[in-house]
């Protein structure tokens, strides 16, 4: 917090940025780079609540996936056997996901360091087996198909059928907006500040009266819902979700996201986010390069830039009005 | 640490909780905001805390052995003892970081044995540590605003939507913390990360840290060690002005220059035992505590 931004330039900025977003699916005019668009949004979602955990806590969860699908399909089983409208089935996804999270944090919580990094990878790949072998509920490796496309509706304000790309881009765009707006408020307040104090010195918060148990369960049901509220929101997309929607290639994914944008930075996440859904996706136009020119950009990033993207882009990026520095940041860590 | 593994015991606390205090002195006083110590002195009658033959064992190690000691409230006590004689266990017994193997501590004549770290900090306890921990990666702001908003009682909800109630508290936090800045000679470094600070500063930082919920009892672990004499000078002068306005400190200390200075009272252990206690005058005398020191 070197220099005070101007709060005009920032909402300007912002305004912006929204503004931008909105038009994006507009100009491009293709449905298939608005999917990616969409993917994109969806993985953003995932890396910022994904976040939360690693990055603020510092607690290396692997169970990201199995929330992600818990909640897709608790909402495309309301949405499926029980004909749920959308909104119901959405919020039932996140709470579902939530409720597991509360649940298993019981046990992942008298686990310290990797063995809790093991724990939750062991739930994550517990829950991909659920999802492939209970197939009275989720069909099984056949899947769960004929999810609903969303209608959203409040009563007398808004009777909206989601059926393009585009549509489904605006919910998404919606949805994330909500997760962003979430997210900044947790981890700029002093449930925040909470978080950081368990990372960096757990011992230190306690004497300062930080109940750690309290302030990790919180945010990873807070992870949790929001992971099995992007998986709703995905169920009702690509209607028809299947066990492989569990796999831990997302973990990958996102662990990639995080550790190369810029773990605890929210601007590092969403930049990360990007660069690193949308990049591969858009390099398909070089079909047999793809997965190199990927892999040697990943090489890059890591060797050259050690904290991450937003690291690099604050350091040179310092004087510029939107570039606030946060004194959490490692590039003030000299030592 | 695994807190989640402590016994979830519930024993019935002290009715000396900030929520409860606060609102006591806001009842005799009409005062507002953060509590100073001055506001309580004289106040409060009986013992603030006290060990019944607290017992800590190590596998086969006693580390602590029935040790029994009582602080009274606005006293200066330190305790002293050779290396490994158990001073910091003891201290971790007290404050929850650790699970004694037997006897009792009491706080205000509540027994706090079973309470978790974090439960014992809010009844008005605040601890340092031998290896003087802060978050590098805070500012030095927020590593004092870290020390206080647990006790302030906003939840996590006012957080989140920033209401006017979490706005005062925030202010008076940061008010606080400038004053304490001020006090132990940080405040030109108020937004540096405090990783950037030297050992001296550290200790400085911990130390106020510690005093931002304004605790009633102080325990501090060798606050004086590694740093430079007008440091340690320092750190003296600091003690003793909080303890003139009613603050109660226990501090571990192995710098006896610092001990006979400012102490009224030293309680001495060696090898988990409590061997002597008395006034400065008294231990420099003690044979038991010579030959602790240095050998028969």
Known sequence: MSKEKSPYVYAALSLALLIALIALPLVLKSGYLVHILIATGMYTALALSYDLIVGHVGLLSLAHPAFFGVGAYAAAIAATRLGTPFLAAFVFGGIVAAGLALLVSFPFFRLAGASFAIGTLGFALIMQLVANNSIPLTGGPLCLMGVPRPRLTIPPLLDWQVSSTTEYYYLMLALLLVVVALCSRLTTSRVGRAFISIREEETLAMASGVNPLKYKTFAFVIGALIAGSVGAYYAHYSTVVCPSDLSNYMTTVLVIILFLGGVGRMRGVILGSIIFTFVPEFLRIAATWRMVIYGVLLLVTIVRMPEGLDGMLTKTLRRFPFSGTSARGPENDQR | ?296
Not at chain 2, 101 to 130: M, W
Not at chain 2, 162 to 167: D, I, Q, S, V
Not at chain 2, 196 to 218: H, R, T
Request: proline content about 5%; hydrophobic content about 40%; overall charge neutral.
């Open chain 2, 1 to 296: 640490m695994r807190t989640s593994a402590r016994p979830r015991k519930r024993v019935p606390r002290p009715q000396t909780s900030p929520q409860f205090k606060e609102a006591r002195l806001r009842e005799t006083t009409g005062k507002q905001g953060l509590i100073k110590p001055t506001d309580w002195k004289g106040r409060v009658g009986m013992t603030l805390l006290e060990t019944r033959g607290l017992t800590k064992k190590f596998f086969g190690l006693t580390a602590v052995d029935s040790v029994d000691i009582n602080i009274e409230p606005g006293e200066l006590v330190s305790l002293i003892g050779p290396n490994g004689s158990g001073k910091t266990t003891l201290f971790n017994c007290m404050t929850g970081f650790l699970d004694a193997d037997g006897g009792k501590v009491y706080y205000r004549g509540g027994d706090i044995s079973d309470l978790p770290a974090h439960e014992i900090a809010l009844l008005g306890i605040s601890r340092t540590f031998q290896q003087a921990r802060i978050y590098r990666r805070l500012s030095v702001l927020e590593n004092l605003l870290m020390g206080v908003q647990e006790h302030q009682g906003d939840s996590i909800l006012d957080r989140i939507l920033r209401t006017k109630k979490l706005n005062r508290l925030e202010k008076e936090a940061i008010e606080r913390a400038e004053e304490l800045m001020g006090f132990v000679g940080l405040t030109h470094l108020r937004d540096q990360p405090a990783g950037n600070l030297s050992y001296g500063q550290y200790k400085l930082l911990v130390f106020a840290a510690a005093l931002m919920p304004d605790p009633d009892l102080l325990l501090l672990d060798e606050p004086a060690a590694a740093i430079n004499p007008t440091m340690i000078n320092k750190m003296k002068d600091h003690m003793v002005e909080l303890n003139k306005t009613g603050m109660t400190i226990l501090f571990i200390e192995h710098n006896m220059e610092v001990v006979m200075d400012i102490c009224e009272r030293i309680i001495v252990l060696d090898a988990g035992r409590k061997i002597a206690e008395g006034a400065p005058e008294a231990i420099r005398n003690d044979e038991r505590v010579v030959e602790a020191y240095f050998g028969r």
